[in-house]
């Protein structure tokens, strides 16, 4: 292909459709028939990234290779299509309108009135075309959040609009819509997709093909009747009926032909079939498992479940890299004390101690790995996870009685997490965050060596605290050991527990990296314990029997 193809991806009627993993799917088939794809996300709030937002309130903060803090929805893109993103793939009306005023104000519109209609849409165009600039791209798609008639989102219609006008037939506009299905009436209604798509229309674009979300199948005559009203060719209305996994719509898609549809539409042929060979591999031991475990999620913000989406995900990939179906109990960390904690892990193979910020909910994260540590079940703690477990060895072990992280007490007795001094110098929100891919060396023998099988590996990050080196002699001689260093900066990143079944400590954020092509080493090994745990326990029951 001699010339970047755009597909955007907008929602109607109400929010939570799916239009990421319609996005995500897109990118899959694309990249299945042999394209270069990469997926990015237009979002219209006006923070300028989601990593000063609350959990609570969006979800995941997921954090690309480059240390960009973004949308969850940029996790589903790379682990759908095993392609990395970057700052470019994420882009809020925040940074559009910091950008647009740096300009004014540095006079790089030589005294024009600045306005929504060029400037901003003018912006939103170069965000979106940055990436066929910048990679050899065949593909570029865009999701635009929110809904279709929100406030917030007009410029980027606009933008749409304008792309289509200027490109014609090398963009393509594929909207997801609603068909309810009302009990009282017994049937599925169009009506909510018509005014959708009227809402689009009114803001000059029309889509080429419209995804109906639908928990009940859609008849031919529905089918025909969206086609006449909403003026697109039946063939383009897609039906997308509620499925078991997110990781059965590609092949959904592909069975109603989405992908062959946006391929006509942008002219480009292509007789090869995807090759989704591995993908329906995965599947088929992701629904077929042979053995089960349930490992403990102790995390504070367990209420919302998006707040944990790439741990989630990466338990499903480790699942089916082991065959066996892992059921993930969430436990909240501000609920765990001394006289209830063997109640609240009992029945686990495994306790994943959750990343996080702030001092809420860590006395109980801090209970929860003692437990776990002397009763040799399997534990895995990722980034405050691991601080944590430090915290605890400290008091319980090496008899540091206050030990803490100066995150939490400023001034501990005995300060085993810390900022370090290089950090303390810099300035601004999330200035001192080490954000992004950094590289670790291992050590050999080790476990974690084991896991990896290399020795060199690079992860992603999103803290500020540390382990306080001044205390690194201390803890190895009592066994919980470094075994993953950067050198660079002289930096604890691994920490494992010598002469425990299994017990590994992580600063980076593993699950980042995890994808349905490449299950991240460490929860597939994290995994393999807990059936290993099972079996044990198992084995004791019977002879104690």
């Known amino acids: 292909m001699s010339k970047t193809k755009y597909i955007f991806v907008t929602g109607g009627v109400t929010s939570s459709l799916g239009k990421g993993i319609i996005s995500a799917s897109i990118a899959k088939l694309l990249k299945a028939r042999g394209f270069t794809v990469t997926t990015q996300k237009l979002d219209p709030y006006i923070n300028i990234d989601p990593g000063t937002l609350n959990p609570y309130e969006h979800g995941e903060c997921f954090v690309t290779e480059d240390g960009a803090e973004t949308d969850l929805d940029l ?138 979300r ?135 193979q495994g306790v994943l101690v959750a990343p996080g910020f702030g001092h809420r909910g860590i006395e109980g994260k801090i209970t929860a790995i003692r437990y776990v540590r002397e009763n040799d079940i399997p534990f895995l703690g990722i980034c405050l996870g691991m601080q944590c477990a430090v915290i605890e060895f400290g008091r319980n072990v090496l008899g540091l009685e206050g030990a803490n992280s100066t995150e939490f007490d400023k001034k501990p007795p005995y300060p085993v997490i810390d900022m370090m001094e290089v950090q303390k110098k810099i300035s601004g929100l999330g200035g001192t965050m080490r954000l992004g891919a950094f590289p670790c060396k291992l050590k050999r023998a080790s476990k974690i060596q084991e896991i990896y099988k290399m020795e060199n590996i690079f992860e992603r990050h999103r803290h500020r605290y540390e382990f306080n080196n001044a205390y690194l002699e201390q803890y190895q001689k009592a066994g919980l050991i470094p075994v993953g260093l950067n050198e660079k900066d002289n930096l604890v990143e691994i920490m494992e527990l010598k002469g425990h079944p299994w017990f590994i400590g992580v600063q980076f954020h593993p699950e980042f990296k995890s994808t349905v092509a490449n299950p991240h080493p460490v929860f597939t090994a994290f995994v393999k314990a807990a059936i290993d745990y099972a079996a044990r326990q198992k084995k004791h029951k019977k002879l104690s029997e």
């Not at 959904?252 to 006509?264: A, V």
């Not at 995807?274 to 993908?279: K, N, Q, R």
Request: proline share 4%; net charge negative; with cysteine.
């Open 75 to 212: 996790g589903h893109y790379e682990r759908f299509s095993n392609v990395p993103t970057s700052q470019a793939n994420n882009i809020t009306t925040g940074i559009i309108y910091q950008s647009v005023i740096t300009k004014e104000r540095q006079g790089e519109y030589l005294g024009e009135t600045v306005q929504v209609i060029p400037h901003i849409t003018d912006e939103i165009k170069y965000r979106i075309m940055l990436l066929a600039n910048k990679g050899n791209y065949d593909f570029v798609i865009t999701e635009i959040g929110g809904t279709v008639g929100d406030i917030e989102s007009l410029p980027y219609i606009e933008a749409v609009r304008q792309m289509r006008w200027e490109l014609g037939k090398d963009c393509v506009v594929v909207h997801l819509t609603l068909v309810p299905y009302l009990a009282a009436a017994g049937e599925l209604k169009t009506k909510p997709t018509q005014h959708s798509v009227k809402t689009l229309l009114e803001s000059g674009v029309q889509p080429d093909i419209i995804i109906c």
């Open 214 to 348: 639908a928990e009940k199948n859609l008849t031919d005559n529905l089918k025909k009747k969206i086609a006449l009203f909403c003026n697109v060719a039946p063939t383009s209305v897609i039906e997308c009926i509620d499925a078991e996994s997110i990781y059965d719509v590609p092949l959904l898609m592909h069975k109603e032909n989405l992908d062959t549809e946006i391929l006509k539409k942008v002219r480009v042929k292509c007789t090869t079939e995807p090759d989704l060979v591995d993908w329906e591999k995965f599947l088929f031991k992701l629904k077929n498992p042979n053995k089960e475990v349930t490992i403990g999620l102790v995390g504070k913000y367990v209420e919302l479940k998006d707040a944990y989406k790439s741990i989630s995900e990466s338990f499903i990939h480790a699942g089916a890299a082991n065959q066996c179906r892992v059921n993930v109990r969430t436990i909240h960390s501000e609920l765990i004390n001394e006289t209830n904690v063997a109640e609240k892990l009992a029945g686990l």
